[in-house]
């Protein structure tokens, strides 16, 4: 019986052979995977215990054909064949950008990401991987960002479970008086021509958990918070090169994947931006399915208007430039680190709750997308930000709420008003052009859907002077996440009376 795989799952050939040399460098393994006259060419890696795999994700139903091609004779001109059948109700296919500032599967369906933060959660054991797991089932977020290596810095000074390379940590911390070690050269205990494939599988499998949650894997390739411990962070150039291309074969065929080439790259002071963009190229090439790619900056940006990166992945806590990077860049905006929710020693990371949800308002009322993260001390130092657990924060309820909000909009979603002045004490204060910068307002492309964010301001009322048409009004209390209706049908010049408060929002949706 033939098998059968459905549209946007992948598809897996495993093969057997022995080999006397180094299977990770010797070995070249690739397969033709064809549907009519449609042909993918797709790498293939080696998976240890003489095992080789391909893995490949369909996108188009009907019957497909494989062929492999390797300079080993027992994995060369193998063939078979699957059927791609609809897919499942829940899968909707990778995330694309459509419209040059907004997401969706690929199936057409909006996506709105709602994004948190766990660094190393995949590399705390399966207790505590486990539990994160758990509470992402009741947590608003649809996509994760997390990180391929081990991460070294506050609260994080566990080892993980193993290692991606063959050989021995040697111990360059010193836990009891919070201090580096001399550092050897990590060449000089890690085996870099020998992958450690039971760590690519961990993390294979925490991808795919996350898949059955509905939530993006958003996948940081590299960081600098390695301070000397492993030596992940200065690999020599030609490993960097085989990670990418061997982290390429194993998971791009998932489809809940996005690519994000560094965490703060430009703390990374060994590699050039000539560095930066080959590896962004090296990824784009060793990817069949052209999965989303991005680069986080700590202050200075990546040139995000270069054309393998796709979507801006932003640090800042200054929100209100969200409508000036969507001009500059005509690509979606990602504010994925606008600080965290915690009360830490460190500045980043103690933001209220108030603050947290505030910001989370005013990039999504300017059109952009803003990601979460949680820092509060505990005595196990399980800090959400870093390996996951539980939530205790109260933005994440409120977040819910505004995911809901943002859900709500037409397709394919919010742009950023055009801001001229405006007088605010009549009735000549505009829905578009917008309002003062103080306050965030966005509206739907078809000028039939109004949001507009006040913030920390909190006035009684406000004028507006509708388009032509009947809209309705709602009045949103963002931190009590109440909505309630102050009008069904008007038109015309409208006086929208509030109940002076911080963060509030008004919602106006243009009648059917």
């Not at 964010?453 to 009684?460: A, E, I, S, V």
């Amino acid at each position: 019986m033939t098998k059968q795989i459905e549209k946007w799952d992948y598809f897996e050939v495993q093969l057997q052979a022995q080999t006397s040399g180094n299977p990770f460098l010797d070995v070249t393994l690739e397969a033709d995977f064809t549907h009519n006259h449609r042909s993918v060419r797709v790498t293939g890696f080696y998976d240890g215990g003489d095992v080789y795999k391909i893995r490949f994700m369909p996108d188009m139903e009907g019957a497909w054909r494989f062929v492999t091609h390797s300079n080993l004779g027992a994995l060369d001109n193998q063939s078979g064949s699957f059927e791609c059948t609809p897919p499942s109700k829940n899968n909707h296919g990778p995330v694309r950008v459509i419209d040059q500032v907004h997401f969706a599967y690929a199936d057409g369906t909006p996506h709105h990401p709602v994004g948190t933060t766990c660094y190393v959660w995949n590399l705390q054991g399966d207790a505590l991987e486990e539990q994160t797991l758990a509470t992402l089932k009741t947590a608003p977020f649809n996509k994760m960002r997390m990180c391929v290596f081990p991460k070294r810095y506050s609260f994080n000074f566990n080892e993980p479970p193993c290692y991606p390379f063959e050989g021995k940590v040697k111990q360059s911390w010193d836990p009891a008086n919070m201090r580096n070690l001399s550092a050897p050269a990590p060449q000089d205990f890690w085996d870099f021509t020998h992958f450690n494939p039971e760590y690519f599988r961990r993390l294979e499998k925490r991808i795919l958990d996350l898949r059955g949650l509905g939530i993006e894997a958003d996948l940081i390739l590299f960081h600098p918070y390695d301070v000397g411990a492993w030596g992940f962070d200065k690999m020599p150039p030609e490993v960097n090169d085989r990670y990418l291309k061997y982290l390429a074969a194993r998971i791009s065929a998932f489809r809940n994947l996005w690519w994000s080439f560094a965490n703060e790259f430009d703390l990374m002071f060994h590699l050039t931006l000539a560095d930066w963009d080959h590896y962004c190229q090296l990824v784009q090439d060793s990817d069949p399915y052209d999965h989303l790619r991005s680069i986080h900056n700590c202050r200075g940006f990546y040139d995000h208007g270069k054309p393998w990166i796709t979507h801006c992945s932003i640090q800042s806590h200054d929100l209100m430039q969200v409508p000036t990077w969507l001009q500059q860049y005509g690509k979606p905006v990602v504010v994925d680190e606008c600080g965290y929710e915690g009360d830490i020693h460190l500045s980043w990371g103690d933001l209220s709750a108030e603050e947290m949800v505030h910001r989370f308002w005013l990039g999504f009322a300017a059109g952009g997308y803003v990601g979460h993260g949680e820092t509060y001390v505990n005595d196990a130092e399980i800090l959400w930000w870093a390996k996951g657990g539980t939530l205790c924060g109260e933005s994440v309820k409120r977040i819910a709420f505004l995911r809901k909000i943002i859900e709500a909009v037409p397709a394919p979603g919010l742009f950023p008003a055009p801001r001229r002045a405006v007088g605010g004490t009549n009735a000549s204060e505009w829905i578009v052009p917008g309002g003062p910068s103080s306050y965030q307002v966005a509206s739907h492309n078809g000028t039939n859907y109004y949001l507009f964010y006040f913030g920390m301001h909190q006035p009684r009322y406000r004028y507006f002077s509708l388009p032509p048409g009947s809209y309705r009004i709602d009045i949103i209390d963002a931190w009590n996440m109440m909505v309630t209706r102050f009008a069904d049908a008007v038109s015309g010049e409208v006086r929208v009376e509030l109940p002076r408060k911080k963060y509030m929002a008004i919602r106006i949706e243009k009648n059917a």
